[in-house]
C-alpha cells in the first residue's frame, strides 16, 4: 500500500479531528496568499528539515494546486517512512470553493 487519494470533504474530516500533518507542495509565494489552516509549506530547499521534524507516525495531507503534484509528493512521503499519507483530489483549488 502507498498513499491515498481522497476528497476535499474527506480531508476536511480528517483536519477537523485533528492530529494531522498537512503539507502543502505549492510554491512559496502561493502558499503565502493563502493556504488551508496550519499548512507547512514545503519546498524542495525545506524538504530536509521537514523530514527531520516530522512525525511519521502521524497522518500525513498533502495538497497542491489541482491535486497531480501532491500524488507525487505523497508517494515521496510513504517512502520516507510516513505511514497514512493522503494526497487531496481537486487540490487547494477545490477546496478554497467549498471552504
Excluded at 9 to 19: H, N, P
Excluded at 31 to 37: D, F, G, K, V
Amino acid at each position: 500500500m502507498t498513499f491515498k487519494c481522497i476528497s476535499i470533504d474527506e480531508a476536511k474530516a480528517l483536519i477537523d479531528k485533528g492530529g494531522i500533518t498537512i503539507a502543502d507542495v505549492r510554491d512559496a509565494d502561493t502558499y503565502l496568499a493563502s493556504n488551508i489552516e496550519n499548512a507547512i509549506n514545503i519546498q524542495q530547499e525545506s524538504m530536509d528539515t521537514f523530514l527531520a521534524a516530522a512525525d511519521r507516525d502521524q497522518p500525513l495531507l498533502v495538497y497542491c494546486y489541482h491535486g497531480n503534484s501532491s500524488q507525487g509528493a505523497a508517494d515521496y512521503f510513504f517512502n520516507q517512512g510516513f505511514e497514512d499519507v493522503y494526497s487531496m483530489d481537486g487540490g487547494y483549488e477545490a477546496w478554497r470553493l467549498k471552504y
